[in-house]
């Protein structure tokens, strides 16, 4: 399936949320994500299904100061 990640095009075979996450390489990173602009919280995303065409983002904290 193709879906949008932070405005680019990827072709995926996940199913899930936290499978895809993996597949594109941020495994066990901490982050926030966000699936068609709705906040998904990191424990609901082994269950959140994509579909083709979903818009997804994924940010990681930064530090600053």
Do not use: C, K, W
Request: no cysteine; proline share 5%.
């Amino acid at each position: 399936m193709r879906i949008e990640l932070n405005g680019s095009q990827h072709d995926i075979s996940a199913a899930t949320l936290a499978e895809a996450l993996t597949e594109l390489g941020y495994g066990a990173a901490a982050l926030a994500t966000a699936l068609n602009g709705a906040f998904i919280a990191a424990p609901s995303r082994a269950t959140t299904p994509l579909h083709d065409g979903d818009r997804v983002e994924v940010l990681a904290p930064m530090q600053g100061g």
